[in-house]
Nanobody, 125 residues
Framework: QVQLVESGGGLVQAGGSLRVSCAAS????????LGWFRQAPGKEREFVAA????????YYADSVKGRFTISKDNAKNTVFLQMNSLKPEDTAVYYC??????????????????WGQGTQVTVSS
């Protein structure tokens, strides 16, 4: 079992920046990819970004490419999502997720088996 704990959400104005973090613990040796998803009220959970456990080969949803950056601190088993040029439509609960299969590039919710509790990000206009 992999435990994931997010932190760092909050309220920011449009055009601003925010960084969320996710600390992984437990059976981390089984993790192949760490990712971020988000879910706005009344909408389905959608992929945002992901990165290999090694901290290499990030990939992004088209909607955040060029604005968001995912990175990993290997010493702390923590993945970060730096969000710049935020828009009101980025408002959502952001979830950290872990994949134990070697399916790099997947954006499917069903491919990620472990999830954090989520952290709220609100972007005001």
């Amino acid at each position: 079992q992999v435990q994931l704990v997010e932190s760092g959400g909050g309220l920011v104005q449009a055009g601003g920046s925010l960084r969320v973090s996710c600390a992984a613990s437990g059976r981390t040796f089984s993790v192949y990819i760490l990712g971020w998803f988000r879910q706005a009220p009344g909408k389905e959970r959608e992929f945002v970004a992901a990165i290999r456990w090694s901290g290499l080969l990030p990939y992004y949803a088209d909607s955040v490419k060029g604005r968001f950056t995912i990175s990993k601190d290997n010493a702390k088993n923590t993945v970060f999502l730096q969000m710049n040029s935020l828009k009101p439509e980025d408002t959502a609960v952001y979830y950290c997720a872990a994949m134990t299969r070697s399916t790099w590039g997947s954006q499917r919710v069903s491919d990620f088996g472990s999830w954090g509790q989520g952290t709220q990000v609100t972007v005001s206009s």
